[in-house]
Nanobody
Framework: QVQLVESGGGLVQAGGSLRLSCAASGRTFSIAAMGWFRQAPGKEREFVAYITWSGGITYYTDSVKGRFTISRDNAENTVYLQMNSLRSEDTAVYYC???????????????WGQGTQVTVSS
């Protein structure tokens, strides 16, 4: 099994920044990619970004390109999501997830963290 623990959420004003962290433990060798997803009230969970552990290949949804940056620290088994120029529409619970490859479909991810709330005030 793999355990994922997110941290770093909070309340920020529009235009501000936050950095989310996701620490992985357990059978981390079974994960090839880590993704960030978010879910706003009344909406479906949506893909934000993913990164592969090997090679650091990244992919972003269009709405966050140029504002969010996903990165990883292989030695610490930790993935980060640096979020800049935050907007009110970025308000959601953010989840990190682990999968055997980089996917945008959340159903392809086997492991999930508990989520961390990000609230952007306008």
């Amino acid at each position: 099994q793999v355990q994922l623990v997110e941290s770093g959420g909070g309340l920020v004003q529009a235009g501000g920044s936050l950095r989310l962290s996701c620490a992985a433990s357990g059978r981390t060798f079974s994960i090839a990619a880590m993704g960030w997803f978010r879910q706003a009230p009344g909406k479906e969970r949506e893909f934000v970004a993913y990164i592969t552990w090997s090679g650091g290949i990244t992919y972003y949804t269009d709405s966050v390109k140029g504002r969010f940056t996903i990165s990883r620290d292989n030695a610490e088994n930790t993935v980060y999501l640096q979020m800049n120029s935050l907007r009110s529409e970025d308000t959601a619970v953010y989840y990190c997830a682990g999968a055997s490859a980089g996917w945008i479909n959340p159903s392809r991810y086997n492991y999930w963290g508990q989520g961390t709330q990000v609230t952007v005030s306008s």
